[in-house]
């Protein structure tokens, strides 16, 4: 804020389940990415509110024959990122086939190939442990009812100090269901300290649930629980799942998420303190303001530091896409093509000719980035097959977006379309108009609520079309921006389309 503090959210976009570690003066986060791909993004931050994106520890899902198709409610759930050992660690659940880790010596890679530590199906949100204290290993994940027809019960393990397996069966060290009030008890992160194991957990739902704590003198328990963050009279939802960080000057802090319809699950930072309970001062810890979230706070102790956030914009340097770009599935060949200049260019991808949005593998997609803010990309379609088009997205449960077609006397129009939540194909949402040069820059300015409206200067001007847009989450993730190309199923020479200069600015309004 320019005055020592900060305002919650400190990331406004879609970093679901954030976790986060110190490593010497450096704090390093990651993120769910479900089904898109790369995954498992990393940020970097020197004072926890100003975050950079460094890239991805994860370029392909597998089974790669399960993600060769959009699957926003599968993939990556829930990560957790460690320090042990001198590497760099990241356990999930992936909710269909298992619980898989990665490693690394460097933030920057390179990662190692997914190794598949349990597999089966409903296991969620692993969290491994490395005890420094008797140099024993452990790992504790959640359920998904949806999968194992099992929830509200976080089952813990013994693990190899390598990561590599299980050296138990598993027990359940905390079953929410002998908790009066508490149901979908998941996404726990598992600590020591004070001599206790602590598992950070949320419950209640996303929308509506607290952050719990429980602590045991024994990994396999008995727990104590107890609710240290929950909504009271703030209007901070949730709060839901993140984790403990303890910076350099000795502070403690908690990340979590928000969830905000369309905008995703946004990053918040709570401070913390242990030892000062709620009445007696006995060992639990306290967040935020004597355990509601706060929106305005002084900021961690910390060395000034420029205020900077993930990147946006991209010029597309040589025809390749900077990290905030992720596909909606793992990238096919041939999709983009390197070049001498700047700018993405797309093939085509033969499509069925009622193509829906919301299908297809070959979106490349960003997160939304703020409350309001106005997205701006040029296009100019190179293809010549009569029905080839591409065009600039707003993508989720429902979508819109506006591009430009190649006709069949060989010239091109803007086109504006969209499709509702229950709609399988899309239709115009605005009359179309020639573009003569086969190019445009095409805008989609993002208001309150993530309303959406569309419009495109084809050397005339800038000139709206069509009416408003409410984006839509998908299930789990928020609305995504996307560029596409597509051209009609069993075009033999189906060309390219090239995106140059993508840029945001902040809105006022």
């Not at 990662?111 to 296991?123: E, I």
């Not at 009066?180 to 509506?208: N, S």
């Not at 303190?273 to 706070?297: F, I, K, M, N, S």
């Amino acid at each position: 804020m320019g005055d020592g503090t900060y305002r919650n959210p400190i990331l406004h976009a879609d970093y679901s389940d954030p976790d986060v570690i110190a490593v010497g003066d450096d704090f390093y986060l990651t993120a769910s990415s479900f089904g898109r791909a790369p995954g498992l993004p990393l940020l970097h931050s020197r004072d926890l509110v100003n975050w950079t994106l460094l890239g991805h520890a994860l370029n392909r899902l597998e089974p790669a024959d399960d993600f060769t198709a959009p699957r926003h409610d599968r993939g990556v759930w829930a990560p957790s990122l460690r320090h042990a050992g001198g590497r760099f660690w990241i356990f999930w659940g992936d909710p269909d086939h298992g619980i898989r880790q990665i490693n690394s010596p460097s933030i920057h890679g390179p990662w190692t190939t997914p190794h598949l530590l349990k597999p089966g199906k409903g296991l969620i949100d692993a969290c491994p442990l490395w005890d420094e204290g008797s140099g024993e290993a452990y790992l504790v994940h959640a359920w998904a009812k949806s999968r194992s027809g099992v929830k509200n019960r976080l089952t813990g393990h013994r693990m190899s100090p390598d990561g590599r397996s299980l050296l138990d069966e598993g027990t359940v060290i905390v079953d929410g269901d002998r908790i009066p009030g508490w149901f979908t008890l998941e996404g726990p992160k598992l600590y020591r300290h004070d001599g206790w194991f602590w598992i950070f957990a949320p419950a209640g739902g996303v929308e509506t649930g607290w952050q719990g704590a429980f602590r045991s003198r024994d990994f396999f328990g008995p727990y104590e629980e107890r609710i240290v963050l929950a909504q009271g009279a703030t209007d901070i939802n949730g709060p839901h799942q993140g984790g403990w960080v303890r910076t350099p000057a000795g502070e403690d802090w908690f990340l979590h998420f928000q969830a905000r319809g369309a905008y995703g699950r946004l990053v918040h930072l709570q401070p913390m303190r242990w030892g000062a309970g709620y009445t007696d001062g006995d060992g639990w810890p306290t967040l935020g303001a004597a355990g509601e979230p706060v929106r305005v706070h002084r900021k961690p102790a910390a060395p000034p530091q420029p205020r900077t956030r993930p990147a946006t914009d991209d010029t597309f340097p040589g025809g390749r896409y900077g990290p905030q770009w992720s596909w909606t599935a793992n990238q096919g060949p041939a999709w983009t093509h390197t070049h001498e200049g700047d700018g993405l260019r797309l093939t085509c991808v033969p499509t069925p000719d009622a193509h829906d949005l919301r299908l297809l593998p070959h979106v490349l997609t960003q997160r939304l980035s703020g409350e309001t803010f106005t997205a701006e990309v040029s296009l100019a379609l190179e293809s010549v097959a009569p029905g080839a088009r591409a065009g600039f997205a707003v993508l989720g449960d429902a979508f819109s977006w506006i591009g430009l077609e190649r006709e069949a006397d060989g010239g091109v129009r803007l086109v504006h379309r969209f499709a509702e939540t229950v709609a399988e194909h899309e239709r115009d949402a605005a009359h179309p108009r020639r573009a003569p040069s086969g190019q445009a820059r095409l805008r989609i300015e993002v208001s309150a609520g993530a309303r959406c409206r569309f419009s495109a200067d084809t050397g005339e001007g800038w000139r709206a079309a069509g009416p408003v847009f409410a984006a839509q989450p998908w299930r789990w993730v928020g609305a995504l921006l996307g560029l596409f190309a597509v051209a009609p199923d069993g075009t033999w020479e189906p060309g390219t389309a090239t995106f140059t200069d993508f840029r945001t600015h902040a809105r006022t309004d």
